[in-house]
């Protein structure tokens, strides 16, 4: 899913047109601009006091217009491209964790309100995803917050390999990260969490040496017409991924009432 950058059309080309110049060349032009002005300054003084050529003075303040013309662009596309690239920056640390690069909880939230909302609209399925690294603080404790911070990043890595274009993945806490899948019916929801649960126990994470099993829980909701908000979804896939940990870990359980119950256990 597109970040909602509001970047004006015409910028990205401007911007283009500014790397290209350059920082060198554009220090250049300064310094011919200002040579042409205190030529065409002193040109027109001699022409408005009546002495020296007027043609050639009136030549050299038109070269001088056309210097400052170019000047002046030269400068309103660096301050556009600074503008441009400032805007980016803070779009991205609004909207992304800075460890993970996956979205924020609160960029997470505000987009996925708008999907549900559209979902519960036209009837059409979708389903949250909670996944939770099991025993983080164990392996923080034993073997750094550096190591645990780089799992953190390689479970992003893992749970985004196989998303469609639509799904929003968000680190949404500590060691938790949160999927919607939209126009996804249960099965497909479960089956998505399954396959990242399968790849996460086989990523083989290593730490100086040493091989650090790794797993998640995962807890799987699907929009329902009672529903009435998103926290509704939000208190199942949580409530779920309660009931994966308390079933041993490394495994996917679905919500409430989403699949009749021989199907909602789903063990790895
Ligand atoms: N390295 C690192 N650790 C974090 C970060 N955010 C939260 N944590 C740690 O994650 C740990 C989460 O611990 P718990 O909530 O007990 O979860 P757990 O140890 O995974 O236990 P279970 O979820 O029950 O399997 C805490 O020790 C937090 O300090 C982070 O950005 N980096």
Redesign the pocket.
């Known amino acids: 899913m597109q970040d909602d950058l509001n970047v004006p059309a015409w910028l990205p080309p401007l911007r283009l047109a500014l790397q290209r110049v350059g920082p060198g060349p554009l220090r250049w032009l300064f310094c011919a601009f200002v040579g042409l002005v205190c030529v065409a300054v002193s040109q027109l003084l001699v022409s408005l006091m009546g002495q020296g050529d007027r043609l050639s003075a009136a030549v050299i303040a038109a070269v001088c217009g056309l210097g400052l013309a170019a000047l002046f662009s030269a400068s309103l596309l660096g301050l556009l491209s600074h503008l441009d690239r400032a805007l980016r920056y803070s779009v991205r640390y609004a909207t992304r964790d800075s460890?993970t690069g996956l979205y924020s909880r609160r960029h997470f939230l505000h987009q996925v309100e708008r999907e549900w909302s559209l979902a519960r609209r036209y009837e059409t399925p979708c389903a949250l995803v909670l996944i939770?690294?099991?025993?983080?603080?164990?392996i923080?404790e034993a073997y750094s917050?550096?190591c645990?911070?780089l799992l953190?990043r390689e479970v992003a890595g893992v749970c985004g390999e196989t998303l469609r274009h639509a799904d929003v993945l968000a680190r949404y806490g500590?060691?938790e990260f949160m999927l919607f899948l939209p126009h996804t019916d249960p099965l497909g929801a479960l089956d998505v969490a399954e396959r990242i649960r399968e790849r996460v126990e086989r990523m083989g994470y290593g730490w100086n040496g040493h091989s650090i099993p790794t797993s998640v829980?995962i807890g799987v909701a699907v929009l329902k017409l009672n529903h009435t908000g998103l926290d509704d979804l939000l208190n199942e896939a949580g409530e779920a991924l309660h009931l994966a940990?308390a079933d041993g870990?490394n495994c996917v359980r679905a919500g409430p009432g989403l699949l009749p119950d021989s199907l909602s256990a789903i063990r790895g």
Not at 132 to 138: E, L, V
């Open positions: 460890l939770d690294i099991d025993h983080f603080k164990r923080n917050s550096r645990g911070d953190l500590g060691e829980s940990k870990r």
